[in-house]
């Protein structure tokens, strides 16, 4: 089983910029896997699916994140990225990390995101 662990939460002023890091236990350049994904959940809210990047490197982003965060990955660190800037008060979350294998969804445990002036 693929162990993921995310970091990089914590609180910041609107308009503000964090960069989450997910690390993976095992490597994510393999055609084994389908895509890696970021998603939040709110308090009371479902979670949401915000990026995709597939092992290609092909990227798909919530229209509401879309020119604001940047998912990318580096297979080097077996490392996925979420860049996110101009931070606003509605993308407070819990952070979650996923990778979709050929098998199964692996989550990472969720790095909380604050964002209030």
């Known amino acids: ?8 939460g914590g609180t910041v002023q609107p308009g503000g910029s964090l960069r ?14 389908n895509s890696m994904e970021w998603y939040r959940e709110a308090p009371g809210m479902q979670r949401e699916a915000v990026a995709t990047i597939t092992v290609a ?20 660190k077996n490392t996925i990225y ?9 993308d407070t979350a819990n ?3 996923a990778v979709n294998t050929i098998w199964a969804t692996n989550w990472g445990q969720g790095t909380q995101v604050t964002v209030s002036s």
């Open 1 to 8: 089983q693929m162990r993921l662990v995310e970091s990089g």
């Open 20 to 33: 989450l890091s997910c690390t993976s236990s095992g490597t994510i350049y393999t055609r084994n896997i």
């Open 57 to 76: 490197g092909r990227t798909n982003y919530t229209d509401s994140v879309k020119g604001r965060f940047t998912i990318s990955r580096d297979v080097t």
């Open 82 to 90: 979420l860049q996110m800037n101009n931070l606003k008060p509605e």
């Open 95 to 97: 952070y979650f990390c």
